[in-house]
């Protein structure tokens, strides 16, 4: 089994700042990427931004420019730096694992989520 923790979400100011952390632990033979999602209640969960363990990123086009998301291998931990957050960036943010496990196969893991809230 593969465990996902994150931290650092919280309430900010509209403009303000926070950065998420997700350590991933357990039975991991290697991490093919990690990722954050969000979501709304009522709405369906969507992608933030990933990145590959070769360092390939991708965003959302509504966080390109305010939010960079960086790796640390050799900690199997990933992180979200949000800038300039807006009001409509409110929600819950879970990180997603891939994973190969020991047989070679892809195996996706989700965190507990946590809320980031922006309001003034």
């Known amino acids: 089994q593969v465990q996902l923790v994150e931290s650092g979400g919280g309430l900010v100011q509209p403009g303000g700042s926070l950065r998420l952390s997700c350590a991933a632990s357990?039975?991991?033979?290697?991490?093919?990427?990690m990722g954050w999602y969000r979501q709304d209640p009522g709405k369906q969960r969507e992608l933030v931004a990933f990145?590959?363990?070769?360092?390939?990123?991708n965003y959302a086009d509504s966080v390109k420019g305010r939010f960079t998301i960086s790796g640390n291998n050799a900690k199997n931990t990933v992180y979200l730096q949000m800038n300039s957050l807006k009001p409509e960036d409110t929600a819950v943010y879970y990180c997603?694992?891939?994973?190969?496990?020991?047989?070679?196969?892809?195996?996706?893991?989700w965190g507990q989520g946590t809320q980031v809230s922006v309001s003034s």
């Open positions: 357990g039975s991991i033979f290697s991490i093919a990427s």
């Open positions: 997603k694992g891939t994973v190969y496990g020991s047989s070679g196969a892809l195996h996706d893991y």
């Open positions: 990145i590959t363990r070769g360092g390939t990123t």
